[in-house]
């Protein structure tokens, strides 16, 4: 073995110490003699600070020879990123270890301990974004996981007062496959201090160095079943592979066996790695499987002295533990579990060792770690599934693995050994069709995907703790365009289907001519009719060729109901087989894209979700117009999208990723939302995907990022003030989401209301609720004191009949005489005068007269319902004829609201004291007997806040942080009973 030193710094004084041992140092500057590492490899080391950008080509073909790597500071390659991502490195992130109390040891390698006193706990470090993976397993599938080239393991961890891991100072990559196969990499990512020299840290260098140079052994246990049923026999197979012929050695192996802490078997092994390949060990335990959770925990050693440390785990079967207990019930806002309220914190979670692959390579012990951790920090609701390759799962139609149904089962057991609710996801994006054409409408394709639900539920059919989620962020129809909006296969059964829909709303194609303004030459028939693309639609206000209007409403609209329509026929498969649990959709934020929406779907399932990603400026929005009116609505998965700087390096810090979460968290609960549930726990560093490599509650190496404390606050918090959360009283305000618009080719529903969200609820601090245009009777059996149609110019027959008829006040802004294929129609309000709107424009409220402005290309986009420039009154309805909500300017829209909440008699729920603050966020949510309060700052400053709650007369002042989240809970009274973090509220 060679050792090599290559560092711009001497590494003084450990340079005379490692070339006392024989490191070699090397002299990139030399253009005299070849470089000694231009013929080293496997079985040599280098251990490096830095590299000039000359000399990097040799160093990166020594690591693809198999070379060994020690590197030496805060950041790998002093930050150079050009250089590390070579490395499949794409990010090395600033940790913050100031809470850090002690360095320990990781498991896989506990041998490191002489090193633990090497530098302080507290030392600066790094995070790495590791990228090994650059191909798919599964090329056609958008949620496909791929080759675990790499994985890393901490050797070192710096661990916080409550011993939680927070940062790895010290990191082992080992390299199992790709260009690096074989190699092994340790990064020190600490910057080297004169104690770190006098606390061995050349002996650490060279050990380090000895480690890397011998080269990786990809060492793993596996159970034949994650799960065995009691009486059967369990057999293990022990396999090793020397991946570089550096790395052959023997091996002694300590095996142990326990189920439920108490110790059943132990074994002894002694194996031999070679060059053809790995070698394989097997046995069967020598006793028969009982009920309970058994932990194979195997110590090797080489004879070299590495000592690795290999757990595993398998289920005994047991039934009473899996079907004990009451299952999840929904009622209007929340879940509950026998009568008593249970707000989500959750997580999502496959697994932390081989994520999407946990059900070919499952591992009781990493899942029962993991969930203990989950349990701890007071995560009651664990999100998981497949979200590829469930041909692996079900290969024939019909005939799912047992292996992977056995994996399920264990991954159901563990998590109820942890009293965790499981959320078990079937399918991602669209359904996987099996032989059949169409994911959503083929017969045949349908027939596959119940069996395979089926072959899950029915395994599983009492399990109390466990419920389903069809599909995770559904999109319609074409699996290859997902995300889009509805994108047409235009295959016979879609075809067939968009035929009949339209035939059963209105047999008489004449009609249908006339909504589309097409003639009978170029729509002869009903055979005629076709799905239509994007493409053929006029979604601009100037086109080159002629093309199609009012058919793209429709045929939205008809992708709502078929997908309705699935999600109904499985969720009955399911009911059949599983009664009484609940059954979802996951859906991302796709009321703004045209897809899959809760105001849809509602009915089929017990409760709707929404994605909190990418509308970071829109979050209460998010919340808001997922909740239907009778069924709970969960944040399912909110995270973190990875933001670049221009370049290429992260934007956010790890943080500011925390702070952004916690608000996120916030936002979960506001108008009834039912809780929040992290995506993810572990960042997936195996997909060919920067952004998941990015993302999750730890980092590659399994240490805590900021944003794990996000799950463990809010699980202490509402802990506590769970049972309170009974009987929320409704918002005053409903708002009409008006979907005509929204489907049209001409849309900005969603401009108007969340314009309608920030002025409401930041700036007048007045809360609302949603409702869909196609569900307003839902309004007459929970009232509104005033209902809200913000600019939707378009609105369909039903909805602009019950805006006639209601008796509740409402204020309708824009046009009101427009159909929903924006064909005039009988106007709402008598004085309509539909016509083009002008960039400026004023309007009269209570008495002043207020500017209105519409910028950029809404002149061409809008119409005005007149140009009186006044409000009109008709009894308890408001007609304002701007389309108010679409101009630039927030003034005229709060004046508006205010003369509306006049005209329906509503008092706000607070009286805000501290001036203007439209960077808070409040709102209080009041229960029979208590009220939380939630505020949320999206302010720079930190804001000091005081209110009256103007129900108990009871006054408030906190500070609320910048870019933080301030929740607490009250008495009737108005007394405090909890905050979040324990955080100053006074009560005055």
Same mark, same amino acid.
């Given at each position: ?46 251990? $490096? ?39 499949? *490195? ?26 633990? %006193? ?21 090329? /056609?599938? +958008? ?72 080269? @990786? ?71 028969? *499987? ?60 496959? @697994?932390?060792?081989?994520? !999407?692959?946990?059900?070919? =390579? ?53 998590? %109820? ?35 395979? *639900? ?31 909006? #509805? ?25 249908? !001519? ?31 060729? @002629? ?50 929406? #809760? ?24 919340? *808001?117009?997922? %909740? ?34 916690? !608000? ?34 730890? !980092? ?85 004191? $005033? ?7 378009? =609105? ?21 005489? =427009? ?61 304002? #004829?701007?389309?108010?909500?679409? /101009?630039?300017?927030?003034?005229? $829209? ?18 805000? =004291? +501290? ?74």
């Amino acid at each position: 073995m060679s050792v090599f030193i290559l560092s711009s710094d001497p590494l003084l004084p450990a340079q005379a110490a490692l070339q006392a041992q024989q490191a070699i140092p090397l002299d990139p500057a030399s253009k005299t003699q070849p470089s000694p590492l231009a013929h080293a490899g496997a079985g040599d080391a280098l251990i $490096l600070a830095d590299c000039p950008r000359d000399f990097w080509p040799q160093v990166l073909a020594f690591l693809q020879r198999g070379g060994g790597l020690v590197s030496l500071g805060r950041f790998p390659l002093a930050g150079d990123d050009a250089l590390f991502r070579d490395l499949n *490195i794409h990010e090395a992130l600033a940790v913050d270890c100031a809470t850090a109390q002690v360095i320990n040891t990781s498991h896989e390698y506990p041998n490191q301990y002489q090193y633990s %006193k090497s530098f302080p706990a507290n030392t600066p470090t790094c995070g790495l974004i590791l990228m090994p993976t650059k191909h798919k397993d599964c090329a /056609n599938e +958008s949620g496909s996981s791929g080759p675990m080239d790499a994985r890393i393991y901490p050797l070192l961890t710096a661990n916080d007062a409550q011993d939680r891991a927070i940062a790895a100072p010290v990191v082992l990559i080992e390299n199992h496959r790709g260009a690096f196969a074989g190699g092994r990499w340790v990064l020190a990512n600490i910057d080297p201090t004169p104690a770190f020299w006098a606390q061995g840290g050349a002996a650490a260098l060279l050990d380090w160095a000895q480690l890397s140079a011998r080269g @990786a052994t990809e060492i793993t246990i596996k159970p034949d079943f994650a799960c065995y049923y009691p009486g059967e026999a369990a057999s293990i197979t022990l396999q090793m592979e020397a991946l570089r012929a550096s790395a052959i050695s023997e091996w002694k192996a300590q095996l142990s066996v326990r189920l439920n802490d108490q110790l059943v078997h132990q074994a002894a092994l002694t194996l031999h790695t070679g060059q053809h390949g790995p070698i394989f060990q097997r046995f069967t335990l020598p006793f028969a *499987i009982a009920a309970g959770c058994y932990h194979i925990e195997c110590q090797l050693t080489s004879a070299e002295g590495e000592v690795r440390q290999i757990s595993q785990g398998f289920w005994g079967y047991d039934a009473d533990l899996l079907n004990s207990g009451a299952p999840l019930e929904c009622g209007r806002d929340y879940f509950s579990r026998a009568g008593k309220p249970v707000p989500i914190v959750g997580m999502t979670y496959m @697994a932390s060792d081989v994520h !999407r692959k946990f059900l070919q =390579l499952p591992n009781v012990a990493v899942w029962d770690a993991d969930m203990a951790e989950f349990a701890r920090m007071g995560i009651n609701y664990v999100r998981t599934g497949i979200w590829t390759a469930w041909r692996q799962v079900m290969f024939a139609d019909g005939h799912a693995q047992e292996s992977a149904i056995r994996a399920i089962t264990a991954f159901f057991l563990t998590a %109820k050994r942890h009293e965790l609710e499981t959320c078990f996801t079937f399918f991602a994006f669209t359904p996987e069709s099996w032989e059949g054409s169409n994911p959503y409408l083929d017969p045949r394709a349908i027939a596959a995907q119940k069996r395979f *639900i089926a072959a899950i539920v029915s395994r599983h059919n009492a399990a109390s703790h466990v419920h389903w989620d069809l599909i995770n962020e559904p999109s319609m129809f074409d699996p290859q365009r997902v995300f889009l909006g #509805p994108r047409t296969l235009r295959d016979p059964f879609e075809i067939a289907a968009f035929q009949n829909w339209l035939q059963a709303k209105e047999p008489d194609l004449n009609v249908w !001519r006339a909504r589309w303004h097409v003639s009978p030459a170029d729509l002869p028939d009903w055979s005629a009719v076709r799905p239509p693309e994007p493409t053929d639609v006029g979604l601009n206000t100037t086109e080159i060729s @002629a093309k199609q209007h009012g058919i793209w409403l429709d045929y939205t609209l008809f992708t709502q109901d078929m997908h309705t329509q699935w999600a109904a026929d499985l969720a009955e498969t399911i009911r059949q087989i599983a009664p009484q649990r609940l059954v979802t959709v996951g859906q991302d934020e796709a009321l703004g894209m045209q897809r899959p929406s #809760p105001f849809f779907f509602a009915p089929a399932v017990d409760y709707t979700n929404v994605h909190s990603w990418w509308l970071n400026d829109d979050l209460a929005w998010d919340t *808001i117009f997922s %909740k239907t009116a009778s069924k709970p609505s969960l944040v399912q998965e909110t995270g973190i999208m990875h933001v670049e700087a221009p370049n290429g390096r992260s934007k956010r810090s790890e943080a500011e990723l925390s702070r952004l979460l916690e !608000r996120k968290y916030a936002y979960g609960f506001i108008n009834g939302g039912a809780g929040a549930v992290q995506w993810i726990w572990n960042i997936n560093y195996h997909m060919d995907n920067i952004n998941e490599s990015h993302i999750g509650a730890c !980092r590659a190496d399994g240490t805590r990022k900021p944003e794990a404390q996000i799950s463990d606050d809010f699980g202490a918090f509402f802990k506590i003030i769970a049972p309170l959360m009974l009987e929320r009283e409704l918002e005053d305000i409903a708002v009409v989401y008006p979907f005509s618009n929204d489907y049209s080719n001409r849309r900005f529903a969603m401009e108007a209301t969340q314009r309608l969200v920030r002025v409401l609820q930041y700036e007048l601090k007045v809360p609302v609720r949603a409702i869909s245009e196609y569900d307003l009777a839902a309004l007459d059996a929970a009232p509104a004191k $005033l209902v809200l149609v913000p600019s939707p110019h378009a =609105l369909c027959g039903a909805a602009r009949e019950w805006l006639g008829k209601t008796a509740m006040p409402v204020l309708f802004t824009g046009p009101c005489d =427009l159909d929903e294929h924006w064909n005039s129609t009988t106007p709402l309000f008598s004085e309509t005068d539909t016509q083009n709107l002008q960039r400026e424009a004023s309007i009269s409220i209570a008495g002043t007269r207020y500017r209105a402005s519409f910028g950029g290309e809404k002149i061409a986009r809008l119409y005005q319902g007149n140009r009186s420039g006044q409000i009109h009154r008709h009894e308890k309805k408001l007609w304002c #004829p701007l389309p108010l909500e679409m /101009n630039d300017r927030t003034e005229p $829209l709060a004046a508006l609201y205010r003369e509306a909440m006049h005209l329906a008699e509503i008092t706000p729920p607070i009286e805000w =004291l +501290s001036g203007e603050q439209a960077g808070v966020f409040i709102q209080k949510l009041s229960f029979n007997e208590a009220s939380l309060w939630i505020l949320v700052s999206e302010s720079a400053n930190d804001e000091v806040c005081e209110f009256i709650d103007n129900h108990n007369g009871q006054r408030y002042r906190l500070t609320l942080p910048s870019e933080r989240a301030v929740l607490f809970a009250c008495n009737a009274a108005g007394q405090l009973i909890a905050s979040l973090r324990d955080h100053e509220v006074q009560a005055l």
